[in-house]
């Protein structure tokens, strides 16, 4: 199963009005259910909810939308929990959800990134080829305004949603790009996510980019693009995992799987065992010198894959320090089958028991990226990108 995992059938059942119909003693009968007392205590913990819903129901000036109240009591219980990677998803998002690992959805073309210390939501990604990139939208933008919606860390999901609508249909939006306010009007279009690219560098150096580990294509994309590096020679390879923010851990873990033989990947610690879920490469692996690169929107998965690499020193890391996402999410889907949650279950550690949450990774080769260079729009494999140049000389070094 995975993690930001699928499971389903999650049954909560909380009915409004239920305890009236419990009896913690006595035998059942018409009208009357028996429990024990455990369970009637526990539901004693939500009779203040019925209690505001009879309120409601009673003295309320209008028909409340019943659906809508509850949707938004999940969410405040999830937000009591005061961790920004919990969080409810609706009907609309849990659709568009699944949108997104198909590779194909409606909107401009961007990939976002927040950052919960400062609120901030930064654009890591300007798809190729995409009403964004005609725009003029640029990575390292910080989204600020989606319509009237003031965008931040808290309001990115929201913010999603006005972005994405029609095909064809206008949405505006705001960034701020260094000390400059700039406001794009932008028409929607359906957008193809790529999330493997590749190419041939001089010297016989294989180039892959990896954007993020979504798509149910994304492990078959990686290993054809690195076969076909390898059949045209490659000696040695750079892994690009900059402002990839991460996904499913098993692709993650199916990544390293072809640089590491038999070998601990990454395990984790819940709030009651520790050293839990060990996972493991199987036998057999690819050689080929290794370079990775990163960068401080490099997160989760992009993480556990490098520490891995890195603790065994089967890759040179060069970049700058990663994000510090070390927690890992269910993603469970509730009983309606139209709505889900994702809930933060574990913290994952590196396979030498590095703590990566808050913290992220240190690079091998620190390199960082000239301010001058923040906005720049580079090509696949501009050798102008000092972090990349970094990269080739020394998976040249290692050939």
């Not at 493997?196 to 294989?206: E, F, I, K, P, Q």
């Not at 294509?217 to 690195?226: E, G, H, T, V």
Request: charged share 25%; with cysteine; proline share 3%.
């Amino acid at each position: 199963m995975k993690r930001r995992l699928m499971v389903f059938a999650l049954i909560l059942a909380l009915l409004a009005g239920a305890l009236a119909a419990f009896s913690a003693v006595g035998e059942t009968r018409r009208g009357t259910v028996t429990i024990d007392r455990d369970e009637y205590n526990r539901l004693l913990k939500y009779e203040k909810l019925d209690e505001v819903m009879q309120y409601i129901n009673a003295y309320y000036y209008q028909e409340p939308d019943t659906d809508k109240m509850l949707d938004y009591a999940v969410q405040g219980m999830l937000a009591g929990l005061g961790d920004p990677y919990t969080f409810y998803y609706d009907a609309e998002s849990w659709e568009s959800m699944w949108e997104d690992e198909e590779g194909e959805y409606t909107g401009i073309g961007i990939q976002m990134l927040a950052n919960y210390d400062d609120q901030t939501v930064k654009i890591t990604r300007v798809f190729r080829d995409t009403p964004a990139e005609k725009a003029g939208l640029r990575k390292n933008d910080i989204l600020v305004r989606a319509e009237d919606l003031e965008v931040t860390a808290e309001t990115m999901d929201a913010a999603v949603k006005i972005i994405r609508g029609e095909v064809g249909g206008q949405v505006q939006v705001e960034v701020l790009r260094g000390e400059e306010s700039i406001t794009f009007d932008i028409t929607r279009a359906s957008i193809h996510t790529n999330n493997v690219d590749y190419a041939m560098l001089d010297n016989n150096v294989g180039y892959v980019i990896l954007y993020q580990f979504s798509t149910d294509s994304l492990i078959s994309d990686f290993n054809a693009a690195l076969d076909a590096l390898e059949a045209q020679g490659a000696a040695s390879i750079i892994l690009d995992l900059r402002d990839n923010p991460g996904g499913w851990v098993e692709d993650a873990v199916k990544v390293a799987d072809r640089f590491l033989d038999s070998k601990l990947v990454v395990y984790s610690k819940t709030r009651y065992s520790s050293d839990t879920n060990p996972q493991y490469t199987k036998s057999g692996s690819d050689k080929i010198p290794l370079v990775v690169l990163v960068n401080e929107n490099s997160a989760s998965s992009s993480e556990i894959l490098t520490g891995a690499l890195q603790d065994h020193n089967r890759a040179t890391v060069v970049g700058t320090q990663t994000f510090g996402k070390g927690i890992m999410q269910y993603v469970l889907g509730l009983s309606d089958n139209e709505t889900g949650i994702q809930l933060t279950y574990c913290e994952y550690f590196t396979p030498n028991g590095n703590h990566v949450h808050g913290i992220g990774l240190t690079p091998d080769i620190v390199v960082e990226m000239p301010k001058d260079m923040t906005y720049a729009a580079l090509e696949l494999g501009d050798m102008s990108d000092p972090q990349l140049q970094a990269a080739w000389d020394e998976a040249v070094k290692l050939q």
